[in-house]
Structure formats: structure tokens, C-alpha cells
Nanobody
């Protein structure tokens, strides 16, 4: 089970941090990704992190504004997002899989995600 937290409302230019905690298993052998779905749009990739080799992947839309990282002791993966824009408004989902060790591969093969979080709303507006 994946438990998410940290969503909410923020003004443009603001920051927030999303958390994804694994319950019942450890992230040690998994790649973890963040994906989002805006109203009327398909779900898209945001960022992925590999616990196996430490690599990361970022979508162009968030590159330079976001950081994905893991706290091993808390078995939690975080997505820090800065300089938020209105187009970042979406429901954010974390997902994980163990079929690959590559962050990039999970991010481009969303359909192979094994476990999903419930999703958290992020709203960016004045």
C-alpha cells in the first residue's frame, strides 16, 4: 500500500512537498514515480526515482523546479516542487514497480506500475 500526503492549495510561485510512504513493504528494490492528471487530460509522468541505483528522471515540464528523493529511514519518497505554476494543478499519484531498476524506464512505462497511491489534489491559483 502507498500512502500519500502533502497536497493542497498554493499560490503561483510557491512550493510544496508531496510524500509517498510504503506500507507493508520497503522501497529498497523498487522504482518510485510521481504522475499527475489534470482535469480533462490524460495522466502524465512527473518524476521517478530508483532505489536500486539512485537515478532520477524528470519530465521537461518540471525539470529544474522539482526534486525527487528518498528517506530510507522513513521508507518515504518525496517530491519537492518549487516555482509552482497554474498548469501544475492536478491530482498527483505515486506509483511503484520492481520490473526495472531504471527511473527513466518506469517513467516512460507508466502502464507497468504495480501499486498506486490514492492520489492527492494540488491546486495552484491566486
Amino acid at each position: 500500500q502507498l500512502v500519500e500526503s502533502g497536497g493542497g492549495s498554493v499560490q503561483p510561485g510557491g512550493s510544496l512537498r508531496l510524500s509517498c510512504t510504503a506500507s507493508g513493504f520497503k522501497f529498497d528494490y523498487y522504482v518510485i514515480g510521481w504522475f499527475r492528471q489534470a482535469p480533462g487530460k490524460e495522466r502524465e509522468v512527473v518524476s521517478c526515482f530508483s532505489s536500486l541505483d539512485g537515478t532520477t528522471y524528470y519530465a521537461d515540464s518540471v525539470k529544474g523546479r522539482s526534486t525527487i528523493y528518498r528517506d530510507n529511514a522513513k521508507n518515504t519518497v518525496y517530491l519537492q516542487m518549487n516555482a509552482l505554476k497554474s498548469e501544475d494543478t492536478a491530482v498527483y499519484y505515486c506509483g511503484t514497480a520492481s520490473f526495472t531498476a531504471s527511473a527513466r524506464i518506469l517513467c516512460i512505462m507508466e502502464h507497468r506500475v504495480s501499486f498506486w497511491g490514492e492520489g492527492h489534489q494540488v491546486s495552484v491559483s491566486l
